[in-house]
């Protein structure tokens, strides 16, 4: 037979021990030790959004000279490379932010503006499971991405690689497809 009573309110302050109170506090602010994620966290995405926006802006350098003053390095093998690998980098950078976004959201405290804006955004998260689910979904992305970037590069030797090929971006669609469905009502 269970109890089916509520459970006991908490002790107020002024009722517990000195000693029960240092340590609940102690354990109340364990908490900020996920600063130690965060933070860092924090650098990495700034580091790669620096890394991928100096990247791009190589590619860009490399266009104009090559179009405006008559570069000899030949652009189109690199190009598209050069720009997947960018954005490959930002999507890495946007996991770094929500992750440590959520996570101060989820343990220390409300980011207040966030919510003010808009209560779907990216970094207003509920719990854990919905935090992997958001960094999931962007890693997934960036899987995609480093695949076309593979693709990109690849010279066929025979027809089956080309079907192969072809099966593979099937698999990513219907992959991408059956994501969507399970999102449908966000």
């Known amino acids: 037979m269970s109890d089916a009573s509520p459970p006991k309110p ?10 029960e109170r240092r340590i609940e506090t102690a354990l109340w602010n364990s908490r900020f030790l996920v600063m130690l994620a965060v933070v860092p966290s924090l650098l990495g995405s700034l ?26 390095q030949n652009i189109h093998d690199s190009l598209v490379p050069d720009i997947i690998i960018a954005v490959d980098i930002y999507l890495i950078a946007i996991v770094l932010l929500i992750f440590a976004l959520g996570v101060y959201r989820l343990f220390v405290s409300r980011i207040d503006q966030a919510e003010e804006s808009n209560l779907r955004h990216p970094f207003n998260v509920a719990s854990l499971d919905q935090l992997k689910d958001k960094i999931a979904r962007v890693v997934i ?3 995609i ?42």
């Open 10 to 19: 908490p002790t107020p302050p002024e009722n517990q021990s000195n000693w």
């Open 47 to 72: 580091m790669l959004f620096i890394v991928g926006t100096v990247d791009i802006l190589k590619v860009v350098a490399d266009v104009l000279s090559y179009y405006l003053v008559g570069g000899t």
């Open 141 to 143: 992305l960036a899987v």
């Open 145 to 186: 991405i480093e695949f076309f970037r593979a693709v990109v590069d690849i010279r066929f030797a025979t027809p089956l690689e080309a079907i192969y090929l072809a099966l593979s971006v099937l698999a990513l669609a219907a992959a991408l497809y059956l994501m969507s469905l399970g999102h449908k009502g966000e």
